[in-house]
């Protein structure tokens, strides 16, 4: 049970690269936090510094606040579970399981113990003498998890360890790694490129683009207050829809009809002292269909018509899309969290908004729609630094 | 590893296949089963031509007497060639000496070759360099090699022998000329056995190592427990196919040497047999028994390590 | 990191040296004049090309020059067509018979060779192949095939054969589909087959002894096990030196320009069996 504080850690290859840059993170005790960003971002560099497994170019690693830049792996007391499980294959399940507690010489009654109670643990104990090859995918992932978890050691890092399974066990195996987590209390590092997987496994979410850190906190403020366009985009599914708009006396013009600023938005506009153009950000989840708003009357909002263009019934929801001309958003992040999901080559100077609404709505494709936000919900970002301006105070 | 790397595709396609040949082939697969013995009649024609019909004939003259002085006079003598042989003190020296050169130049190769294989697998300087400089020895043509050694080996010309005591003639010595045999094969055919034990490390994946770092082994410890035991297949085809090789070893003997001072290993008895003493019985039944030899060797050694036959599973 | 770098770079010179040291030395002799060719000295103290010049001079290592060459390519281009078209049928067809075939192959490149040499050499004088190049060459194609069809086997089963599917969906004929796709592909392949057939050719000692006798088809390796001090040359040694140094040459500019592909071609068979 321990703490892991990255203290202004910087990744610089041989080759000039910068991986990692100045990156700084405090991991409490029995903490699950997660690294999450698109391929490329240094996430899993920054994994493999921790586990000694790359060198610190500058910077200090502290594991329970002992300096550790310069200790082998093997001596932090860390146990990792890799992408590919890396399990020995010519061992059996309990070889594997038993190898870092042979080479550290506890006894052979002590490790048989310990591997029967993880075998217990994750269910495979009737597996315990079949060689790797011989298992499902699910159960080779629990393998890499029990060959942690023998080692009771100071921290696991988990190094996108479901992304080789299909989505149906994904799922399921994410529900056990975290029932995991929280009975053993073991401080955890998480390496995912999924920001599902994000938002359901973190304590907290430290978000990554380019080596820079982007934001750092619980699933819940990463959602309701991103620092900025790349963690706004990034976090949440489908993505938040992005527009062009402009800032008006009291309130923000933009292709969605005005919308009026709370109290606390505009004295954070004030604040941020911005310019006129801004992008305007607002989740699928906080349309609906106006029809069924006016049933309740408590709810204000903004009101507004728009063609739909595809509609798709998820069974519990639907998401309708419809474009808006004129209404494309520039930004460098934008961008980048395009290219990530592959629609970069799909930019036109109308922007496709997506809304999530309820089940019950009669919205058809190609007909014209009422639909309602919430103007409350809305966030405004700074198109050049990207900064969220709501956050200003 | 290598089963488990090799054998995609295949399979599946046998098993769509499997029942309709048990019936009754389709023209397709008719016409295919043609046209694959026709592209593999050639190769196969010339290599039987070259090898399995010398053999039996091999086979047939070992039973005669047949002295190339006077070919009428040859007639059948049943096994007297091969008691003329086996009884014979030159053939079991010989064949010591070639068991010495092989199993000594075989294990200096291992233990060399890894290391070789280690470093090219592994260095971050000149890696390319590296490569290129060990391949040398693999195709430098052997008999030059073989001078090159014997004069450095040479009194009054030799480097080395320069260094020694000014009496040495080491290639005069029994065992000290074996011993520089050993040397010139070990030099020429390390590089082979680095490169197939070099195919072998690349099969270990670099996550597993990093995993058995986390687990706490050291380098050593990484390397005896994770690195050979999953290179293990690499290993025994290395050592298979050097040791057969080794086996029949006469390029270097015969420019170090030419077999004199009792260094003559059996590939060399069989040559001096036939062109020497021109007996064509005697030297065919020297051949049969190599061939033999070498057949035993391989057998043991795919039973008995358990040597997947190269090619054997994949295709 | 500078230090990890200064002991590989050690490393690295002492296999260097280990590797370099018989080369070395043979060129040294080549270049020695004949009354320095027995001081046993490392560097050479009177350079002279009086040994390169007296073998040129000679028809015996020209002839054997030739005859090196001639036989060394033939063989290869023969070997190589052949090993390409059983590569091809094993790593694209199924018929009975391929796992013989392989087996075969196996056999024959750990076949002792000198089981052979007898009854090769009673087969040839009868039927006159003997002291001939189609002497050298048959056994060479043989001997030669089981490695590159190891070789080509392996690098066809790697090349993308839905390609050939997609050009042909694209409009191509068969044969186009195989001169604009399946032959670039297959090229890297069959040039790497055709230089380890080529070495180990070029290599070759003992067959080359025991199935020639004259200069009409005796290659250089054999020649050089000849060269025995005859009236032109005083001492031999010199002579073998620089004939040494001339065959070693096109294994040089082979290892020098395509390393990368020689170890792809030497290690493919070896990890796919």
Known sequence: MSTITLDHVTKRFPDGAVAVNDLSLDIGDSEFCILVGPSGCG???????????????????????????????????????????????????????????????????????????????????????????????????????????????????????????????????????????????????????????AMTLGDRVAVLRGGFLQQFGTPKELYENPANLFVAGFIGSPAMNFMAASLEDNHLRSPLGEVPLSDRLRRALEAANVERQVIMGIRPEHFEDAALVASQPERAGVFFSATIDVVESMGSDVYVYFSLEGARANAAELEELARESGSAELSSAAETVVARLDAATAVREGEQARLWFDPAKVQVFDPRSGRNLCLAV | MSDTLSLQAQPRVEAVRAPSRRRRLSEGARSERRLGWALCSPAAVIMLAVTAYPLAYAVYLSLERYDLRFPRQSHFVGYANYQAVLTSGFWWHDFLVTVVITAASVSIEFILGMVFALMMHRTIVGRNALRTAILIPYGIVTVVAAFSWQYAWTPATGYLAGLLPSSAAPLTNTWQAVGIIILAEVWKTTPFMALLLLAGLALVPNDLLNAAKMDGASAWQRFVRITLPLMKPAILVAVLFRTLDAFRIFDNIYILTQGAHGTGSVSILGYDNLFEALNLGIGSAISVLIFIAVGIIAFVMIRGFGTAVPGSENL | MRRRKLAWGGADLVVLAWVAFPVWWIVALSFKDPSTITDGSFWPTKWTLQNYEGIFKTSQFLLALRNSIGIAVISTVVAVVFASLAAYAIARLRFPGKKVLIGVSLLIAMFPQISLVTPLFNIERVIGLFNTWGGLIIPYIAFGLPFAIYTLAAFFREIPWELEKAAKVDGATPMQAFVRVVAPLAAPGVATSAILVFVVTWNEFLLAISLTSTTASRTVPAALAFFTGASQFQNPIGSIAAAAVIITIPIVFFVLFFQRRIIAGLTSGAVKG
Not at chain 1, 154 to 167: I, R, V
Not at chain 1, 181 to 191: A, I
């Open chain 1, 43 to 197: 996430k899993s560099t920054t994994l493999n510094m921790i586990a000694g497994l790359e060198d610190i170019s500058d910077g200090e690693l502290r594991i329970d606040g002992q300096v550790v830049n310069d200790k082998a792996p093997k001596d932090r007391d860390i146990a990792m579970v890799f992408q590919t499980y890396a399990l020995y294959p010519h061992m059996t399940v309990r070889e594997n399981m038993a190898f870092a507690l042979k080479l550290a010489k506890v006894p052979r009654e002590v490790i048989n113990q310990k591997v029967e109670e993880a075998a217990r643990i994750l269910d495979l104990v009737p597996h315990l003498d079949r060689k790797p090859a011989n298992l499902s995918g699910g159960q080779r992932q629990r393998v890499a998890m029990g060959r942690a978890i023998v080692r009771n050691p100071k921290a696991f890092l988990m190094d996108e360890p479901l992304s080789n399974l299909d989505a149906k066990l994904r799922v399921q195996m994410r529900t056990e790694v975290s029932r995991l987590q929280r009975r053993l209390g073991t401080t955890t590092v998480y390496v995912t490129h999924d920001q599902t997987e």
